[in-house]
């Protein structure tokens, strides 16, 4: 059977090929009547416009990619594989494709993948920090662009971010709140933006308390769920030992949670741990994780949004948005300060 067009379209609907046209890209000008006819028909039909076609009428592409740098760490990873979901979403209930692909650098040049060179999307999408020399190359190209949970300042760029200080300093002061004195940290020194932030957060909610930590206690050599747990070895290892750990994110509170264990130690009858980022597996570890949520639905709805206002106006002005980042999710692994304990 041969591809279908408009014009066909149109000639079985009774109705013009201007009005087809106007349906398919949900303009105003037809009345609902004529709108439900066509789109009717469209579906009975099964009837995809040409891709082609539509990209020289309105130099669109419906394309959106993901680009990510290919030496992005675990500890990311796991946090942004929870964002594709709702990325993935919400691009097409806009009727947008979405593409994943990298870009990495080849003789200390970056190297951007083919459906950039051949501007076969119409924006992108980053996620965590981005470096400076990919957003200049991406430049050139003159595509709208956008930064998910950037941990950089916010800049010219277009981006949706949390306030991992805030977030911290929620963290720190809920063990506070809980009667804890002796508090160790574990971080991550591999996002070093996101390190800063963090221990800057523990540190201004130990400051306001005036409370005084061994240096053993701050451990911020953790990237992943097994260097946390060495890391949260290394507290354990000295005679006086934390009441309460917070950690940077929820992926290093599962690895101190599991090395507790290991020592013998109960959670949280003995130690209490909290975490940041409500990732899906903080609620299934035994015992399940309390944490600061990052609401990643949040940042993934607006971000898309406010790409595509961007794609449909590129003379807009960037603008940022921050999400929410200092509720706490309450579960098992805290409990209130005990002497007897």
Not at 110 to 137: A, L, R, W
Not at 204 to 220: C, D, G, S, V, Y
Request: hydrophobic share 40%.
């Amino acid at each position: 059977m041969p591809k279908l067009t408009i014009k066909e379209i149109a000639k079985i609907a009774g109705v013009s090929p201007a009005a087809v046209s106007i349906v398919l890209n949900n303009k105003k000008g037809v009345s609902d009547e004529t709108r439900s006819k066509i789109s009717d028909l469209v579906a009975k039909l099964q009837y995809a416009p040409n891709p082609n076609s539509r990209r020289l009428l309105f130099n669109k592409t419906n394309n959106i990619t993901v680009l990510i740098k290919r030496d992005t760490s675990p500890l990311e990873n796991i946090f942004y594989s929870e964002l594709n979901r709702v990325v993935v979403d919400e691009c097409s209930r806009y009727n947008y494709n979405l593409i994943f692909t990298s870009v990495y650098y080849e003789n200390g040049e970056v190297v951007f993948p083919q459906v950039i060179k051949s501007y076969d999307v119409d924006g992108v999408i980053f996620y965590g920090d981005t470096d400076s020399e990919i957003i200049s190359g991406l430049k050139n190209f003159e595509l709208p662009y956008i930064v998910i949970d950037t941990h950089l300042s916010v800049s010219s760029s277009l981006c949706v971010y949390a306030d991992y200080m805030e977030a911290a300093y929620t963290a720190a002061s809920y063990l506070i709140e809980l009667g804890h004195r002796r508090i160790a940290h574990i971080g991550n020194q591999l996002l070093t933006n996101y390190s800063v932030q963090t221990f800057n957060g523990f540190k201004k909610a130990m400051e306001e308390n005036r409370f005084e930590l061994p240096i053993h206690w701050i451990q911020l050599d953790a990237a992943d769920e097994h260097t946390a747990s060495d890391s949260m070895r290394r507290i354990l290892s000295h005679n006086e030992l934390p009441t309460a750990i917070f950690c940077a994110s929820d992926i290093l509170a599962i690895g101190a949670i599991r090395c507790i264990k290991d020592h013998g130690l109960r959670v949280p009858e003995d130690i209490s741990v909290i975490g940041i980022d409500d990732i899906i597996l903080s609620r299934y570890i035994e015992p399940p994780l309390t944490t600061v949520k990052i609401d990643r639905e949040e940042m993934a709805k607006y971000a898309v949004q406010l790409l595509i206002e961007k794609i449909n106006d590129k003379e807009s002005s960037p603008e940022s948005y921050m999400s929410t980042s200092n509720q706490i999710i309450v579960r098992s692994s805290t409990r209130a300060y005990s002497e007897s304990s």
